[in-house]
């Protein structure tokens, strides 16, 4: 089992363009929640998806959004990127909300 | 409002001498606490978690729900211990899964 795997490892956009970070979680997991980690931060939680929907999500704006697709994987996708999403973006998945996530290595996505 | 400190962001002893990482929570209820380590160039992956009260790799960490603290102790720290340490907690109910980190602290352990 590869574990949780994500892609594209790194990533350079430009302020305004669209980006989209993809996920598959750990082989027999159903919920995947994404984090952004900014430079010298924790990992900030962004939404979390379980059976397709969205369950949770954090504090981030609308241009932020995801999907589940029905083999557990799922995207990210960030529209009108800005300077300020330049960060690291993990991927967790775990076996539904209460079990331990484990967490992908991370897409590094600068905007410049 | 939950909240995850972290008072140190780096971390530095001696092989062998005892070592502790503090961390301190607010959350309005009983969360569950985590303690996730990240080495060098590998994923962030799970420590321990206080519900299990397990030793993993000679740590321990104890909740204080009268302090709000969830420190992370290990009696002699060995230089195979080097890394950022993440204290987290996830809430129950409309929240369980959902972590709140802390911005971690980077502990050096010299030789």
């Known amino acids: 089992d590869a574990g949780v795997t994500q892609s594209p490892t790194h990533l350079i956009k430009t302020r305004g363009q669209q980006v989209t970070l993809r996920c598959s979680p750990k082989?027999?997991?159903?919920?995947v929640s994404w984090y952004q980690q900014a430079l010298g931060q924790g990992p900030q939680f962004i939404f979390q998806y379980y059976e397709e929907e969205e369950r949770q999500r954090g504090n981030f704006p609308d241009r932020f959004s995801g999907h589940q697709f029905p083999n557990y994987s799922s995207e990210l996708n960030v529209n009108a990127l800005l300077l300020g999403d330049s960060a690291l973006y993990l991927c967790a998945s775990s076996l539904e909300s209460r079990f331990e996530a484990f967490f992908g290595q991370g897409t590094r996505l600068t905007v410049v | 409002a939950q909240r995850v400190t972290q008072p140190e962001k780096l971390l530095s002893v001696f092989k062998g001498a005892p070592v502790e990482l503090k961390c301190n929570y607010s959350?309005?209820?009983?969360?569950?606490l985590f303690w996730y380590v990240q080495y060098s160039r590998q994923r962030l992956q799970l420590l321990l978690r206080h519900i299990s009260r397990e030793s993993i790799k000679g740590f321990t960490a104890d909740l204080n729900k009268g302090e709000t603290s969830f420190h992370l102790k290990k009696p002699f720290a060995q230089e195979e211990d080097s890394a950022m340490y993440y204290c987290?907690?996830?809430?129950?109910?409309?929240?369980?899964?959902?972590?709140?980190f802390g911005r971690g602290t980077q502990l050096t352990v010299w030789p």
């Open positions: 082989s027999g997991h159903d919920t």
């Open positions: 987290a907690l996830s809430g129950r109910g409309s929240t369980l899964g959902r972590l709140y």
């Open positions: 959350y309005s209820g009983s969360p569950e």
